[in-house]
């Protein structure tokens, strides 16, 4: 079965400093997508971020790129530069194509907080 | 502008009652899903659909059920079976096709049994 590990429940980071939030996964495919939304008070989910699995390189988009580690099962997201919009609920999230419809299975998310 | 919508955005419902809730997309994708999501958690899968006419159940189906008649819409009822309905409940899409592809989400419906 798919799993997806969030290990830090909260996070601190000062404005203008970079952040990582951790993401391990557990799956004996060899195919799948990671993914990272960000979720602000207001609910709506913001897709981040993909990384595919054969991937060589990490992906990035904007300030956002994800440290993917294959061989640790990690999919870490850095923010650089945080900004107070970026505080929100983030969650790490995985699919693949077997399994339920390729469904989202998702972590329990970091609550991010950025200071000013 | 594509997206989806889901209404109502707030909802009270007395225990014993059922209520819907709608979820409509207008991106032209066949796959739906429904999501809960308790305070603090991540998103538990409800209900999915592949397909018009064609549904599967998720991981937490009891006391819910769905219906899939047009592509565009996907509505979701919590029936008096739920034990504990009060939750956010997320709708969301994808193209269904791939793996690779993001869902993308409605922005929720918060349902609270008085």
């Known amino acids: 079965a798919q799993k997806i590990t969030q290990t830090q429940p909260g996070m601190f980071v000062q404005e203008k400093e970079a952040v990582t939030l951790d993401c391990t996964y557990d799956?004996?495919?060899?195919?799948?997508?990671l993914f990272w939304y960000k979720q602000p008070s207001s609910g709506e989910m913001i897709f981040l971020i993909y990384?595919?699995?054969?991937?060589?390189q990490n992906a990035t988009e904007g300030r956002y790129s994800l440290n993917f580690q294959k061989a640790r099962k990690s999919a870490n997201l850095v923010i650089s530069a945080s900004q107070l919009g970026d505080s929100a609920m983030y969650f790490c999230?995985?699919?693949?194509?077997?399994?339920?419809?390729?469904?989202?299975?998702f972590g329990s998310g970091t609550q991010l907080t950025v200071l000013p | 502008d594509g997206g989806i919508t889901q209404s109502p955005k707030y909802l009270f419902r007395k225990e014993g009652q059922n209520v819907t809730l709608s979820c409509e997309q207008n991106?032209?994708?066949?796959?739906m899903y429904w999501y809960r999501q308790d305070p603090g958690q991540g998103l538990r899968l409800i209900y999915y659909?592949?397909?018009?006419?064609?549904?599967q159940k998720g991981d937490i189906a009891e006391g819910y059920s769905v219906s899939r008649e047009k592509k565009e819409s996907f509505p979701l009822t919590v029936t008096s079976a739920q034990k504990n309905p009060t939750a956010f409940y997320l709708c969301?899409?994808?193209?269904?096709?791939?793996?690779?592809?993001?869902?993308?989400f409605g922005e929720g419906s918060r349902l609270t049994v008085l």
């Open positions: 969301a899409s994808s193209s269904g096709q791939e793996f690779t592809g993001e869902l993308f």
């Open positions: 799956t004996s495919d060899q195919s799948y997508g």
């Open positions: 990384q595919g699995s054969y991937d060589e």
């Open positions: 999230a995985m699919r693949q194509p077997s399994g339920s419809a390729r469904q989202l299975t």
């Open positions: 991106l032209n994708h066949d796959a």
């Open positions: 659909s592949q397909i018009v006419n064609d549904f």
